[in-house]
């Protein structure tokens, strides 16, 4: 019985020692659940391929990652006022109150002929609406000390400074008026557009219809009616509110006094005063037109093949942060053919500009890129392995971690972007060290006489802590990166998350699926096995490789001077390349687009910079790589008035030079053509990433300059220009201080005005009714507000001869006073 005993004893003490042992392999082996329970571990791979393939198409398609820039944007414009008035009047009440914004770092103002804006600057911690609502506050605050005669409060928005519109329209008519389109463009186009899913704004450019009443001072003088009587007539003579209503006993009548005057025939026949009895009308002493609010803009749109319509407006459409590029331009482009339907015949569309083909170009190009990369990298693997079904488990590896980033990318809210994809591109030739690793690891078992489900097992114990420690250590190179400050840290947070999810997403794979597939996939090794062809050759060139590679490890081991010489030499020669290979942020690409201005002496008048215009619209129509254009000038709250806009869209790049030629082409073309102006034209780049609030439409670079003192940081401005001209690396330096146009200086005789009975207040009032353009009333309808805008006949207001022209009423109205018997004019430039 004792002999019986002792085998239970050790049975039972080996199972002792079974039960004591295996709890430390399953925490040793991470590996060990996905190798023995290969349902569990095809299912979930299964879940990932599905799941990775559904995130993928759900991504949306952009060119940057969609990041909430907390930068706002202020306009307002006030008629008739100098930039000197606008910066005193207008701009210093507003910055006092933006100064108390807490989490406010800049501010740039810039200000111009009746036009104010600003760029609002916020730090990267701040709310964007928290911005807003504070940005509102300090507006509703400075109301007070704006001046009373403003024609809306100041209005803002919140601004991406690398958001630029995705689609540009064309509204092109030869009969319609530049009104009428901008009705339709803000109608029919702008308010269907608007609706589509994923656009957040749709902007029309261009100018509103307007009725403009064109006053003759002499006409006036001899009938003794003087501009503030036709001023107070307009608005007395019309109006559009509301009456109530009877109330009968068994009915009730709606009131609908027809006192407003909606059409230039209308004002014309409006009673504006007496003359002996007489009643005058205002077509006596004025003409009324049906215009438009601003009669110096011109915009103009060609296309190659066909003649340059009389009308033109631009309609920009803008999508919404986050939505798919592609997918907008799509749908905008598939509405287009309903829209075209409800307008006029004599109203065409015109889609001028699709950013989502450049962004779809590069979008593909990345994308060849890393086809490009996998099958590389499939190919080297497989001439190292030797067998295909070896090549099979490190390959399977790679899109497996590919899907697996595409469902983190969902879930975060990531896109499909050009920083994206290169974030992928440069994993992809690391998304597979761990499975090799894990890969040659088990062959070397199996190589020592171990099976594949055994070598595996055994593998996953030695090297699991080594593949969790290269993962987190290589997806520690790419942390700093996430934590980069600044507006490119935002953007680039997106690249750096992405690559360390791919390296974890790498990681898992190499802990679960890759082990699984060893043990199933991987044949007999050792020296029984046969080897493939491949493996007998590329064994052989392996082994003659590292029999140089020997002979020349031992010769430079032996004369240790010379790799400390080729070392120095290397250094040297990476430093001299470093700063001697040009730099730039990013590549320009060619877009098929080039931007510009073109920009007169100070002072052009309008119609000088509309002759500037068609002589640089000669000379882009004439070059025969481009196939539309479009220009504007006369624009003041987009460019000053000495300058014009520039845009030519080229055609296909395989049908013309490149853009960098053309856009060097029309420069020298229009610089040779319009004497005494500047042009500068440059490609719009295929991805551009602003780092600040500070505009830059005339270049690739904008400095601003700041103090307290006017006339130091005037005088600053100049030298630093000054400077930069002689630089010759510069082709072209220009400032947005224009302190040298011309201006007419009125003065008050004040002891003259006493004598005649005028009021200071009145003759001001009299040159701002006069002059500036401001509207006296608004025409209420259905679809918008139109302005009446009261002003002196153009030939009347051509010269500075043309105040004397004016008249006064004295403060009793008893009789009339020649303006230049109460003021003295002075011409004078800055």
């Known amino acids: 019985m004792s002999t019986r005993a002792h085998p239970r004893r050790r049975r039972h003490r080996r199972r002792l020692v079974n039960k004591i042992r295996a709890p430390e392999e399953r925490v040793l082996n991470i590996s060990e659940l996905f190798i023995r329970r290969p349902v569990m571990t095809v299912a979930l791979t299964a879940s990932v391929i599905l799941f990775g393939i559904f995130a993928y198409f759900r991504l949306p398609v ?5 990041v909430d820039y907390p930068v706002i944007q202020v306009q307002v414009s006030y008629p008739g006022a100098t ?5 005193n009047n207008v701009a210093t009440p507003l910055e006092r109150q933006f100064m108390q914004i807490p989490g406010l770092e800049m501010v740039t103002s810039n200000n111009g002929q009746g036009h104010s804006s600003f760029v609002l600057q916020f730090s990267l911690s701040k709310s964007l609406d928290g911005a807003a609502t504070d940005v509102q506050a300090a507006i509703t605050r400075a109301t007070a000390q704006l001046p009373i005669d403003l024609p809306s409060p100041p209005t803002f928005t919140k601004t991406n400074p690398n958001d630029q519109p995705i689609q540009y329209l064309v509204l092109v008519s030869d009969t319609a008026t530049e009104g009428q389109l901008y009705d339709y463009a803000s109608t029919q186009v702008g308010e269907h557009i608007s609706i589509l899913p994923g656009v957040s704004q749709v902007a029309v450019y261009g100018t509103q219809s307007a009725v403009r009443i064109k006053a003759d001072p002499s006409a006036m003088a001899m009938r003794n009616i003087s501009l503030e009587d036709l001023t107070t007539a307009i608005k007395n003579g019309t109006s559009y509110t509301g009456a109530g209503q009877f109330d009968g006993p068994h009915r009730t009548y709606l009131l609908q006094p027809q006192g407003q005057l909606s059409t230039a025939e209308q004002y014309e026949q409006l009673i504006v005063g007496q003359n002996g009895g007489a009643p005058v009308f205002l077509k006596d002493v ?23 319509p009389g009308a033109t407006v631009v309609v920009a459409v803008f999508r919404r942060a986050g939505a798919n590029a592609v997918e907008v331009t799509k749908s905008v482009r598939d509405l287009l053919p309903s829209i075209q339907s409800q ?15 450049t962004i779809v170009t590069g979008i593909k190009d990345v994308q060849a890129t890393l086809y490009i990369a996998f099958v590389l990298v499939v190919m080297v693997i497989f001439i190292f392995l030797g067998r295909a079904t070896d090549t099979l488990i490190p390959a399977v590896a790679l899109p497996l971690s590919l899907l697996l980033t595409f469902v983190a990318m969902n879930v975060l809210g990531y896109s499909l972007d050009n920083l994206s994809l290169m974030a992928l591109t440069l994993a992809i030739g690391f998304l597979v060290d761990d499975a ?4 040659e690891n088990t062959v070397r078992l199996m190589e020592e006489g171990q099976s594949a489900l055994e070598a595996s097992l055994n593998s996953a114990k030695e090297i699991s802590f080594t593949i969790l420690t290269m993962t987190l250590s290589l997806a520690a190179v790419f942390i700093p990166l996430v934590f980069m400050g600044g507006l490119v840290g935002r953007i680039f947070r997106e690249f750096s998350i992405t690559i360390v999810i791919s390296i974890f997403a790498s990681g898992i794979v190499s802990l679960t699926l890759t082990p699984l597939m060893t043990s199933r996939l991987l044949s007999e090794r050792g020296a029984k096995a046969k080897k493939t062809w491949v493996e007998r050759i590329i064994g052989g060139v392996e082994n003659r490789v590292l029999g140089v590679y020997g002979r020349y490890l031992w010769f430079f081991l032996r004369y240790r001077w010379i790799s400390a010489v ?35 002496q100070e002072g052009s008048s309008p119609e000088q910079m509309h002759a500037y215009q068609d002589a640089a619209e000669k000379v882009m129509h004439g070059n025969p790589a481009v196939a539309s254009t479009f220009t504007m000038s006369g624009n003041g709250q987009f460019l000053p008035s000495n300058q014009a806009f520039l845009l030519a869209f080229l055609k296909d790049p395989a049908e013309r030079a490149p853009i960098d030629q053309v856009a060097g082409q029309l420069m020298g073309g229009i610089m040779s053509t319009v004497p005494g102006a500047l042009a500068f034209l440059q490609p719009n780049p295929v991805l551009e990433i602003s780092t600040g609030a500070t505009a830059n439409v005339q270049g690739q670079f904008a400095y601003a300059l700041s103090g307290i003192d006017p006339n130091q940081v005037y005088d600053s401005a100049g030298k630093l220009l000054a400077k930069m001209q002689e630089y010759p690396g510069f082709l072209f330096v220009n400032s947005d201080l224009f302190n040298h146009t011309p201006n007419l200086q009125v003065d008050i005789l004040r002891d003259q005005a006493k004598l005649y009975g005028v009021s200071e207040t009145r003759i001001l009032t009299l040159l701002h009714d006069a002059y500036s353009q401001n509207y006296s009333y608004l025409i209420k309808k259905s ?18 001869q043309d105040l004397g022209k004016l008249y006064i009423k004295s403060d009793d109205g008893q009789r009339m006073v020649p303006l230049n018997a109460v003021t003295t004019s002075l011409c004078f430039s800055t």
């Open 62 to 66: 952009s060119d940057l990652p969609a």
């Open 83 to 87: 930039p000197e008035t606008m910066a």
């Open 286 to 308: 004025a003409t009324a037109k049906q215009t438009v609010q601003d009669e110096r803009i011109d915009m103009r749109f060609w296309a190659r093949g066909y003649p340059t």
């Open 343 to 357: 307008l006029p015949t004599s109203v065409r569309i015109v889609s001028a500009y699709d950013r989502s083909q």
């Open 436 to 439: 090799i690793v894990f890969l």
């Open 566 to 600: 080729i070392w120095f030499v290397c250094l040297l020669g990476t430093g001299y390349l470093f700063y001697s290979v040009p730099k730039s942020f990013l590549p320009v690409g060619d877009s098929s687009f080039i931007r510009g201005v073109l920009v007169a």
């Open 783 to 800: 679809t918008d507000q139109y302005q009446v805008i009261l002003e002196v006949a153009d030939d009347k207001r051509s010269d500075p």
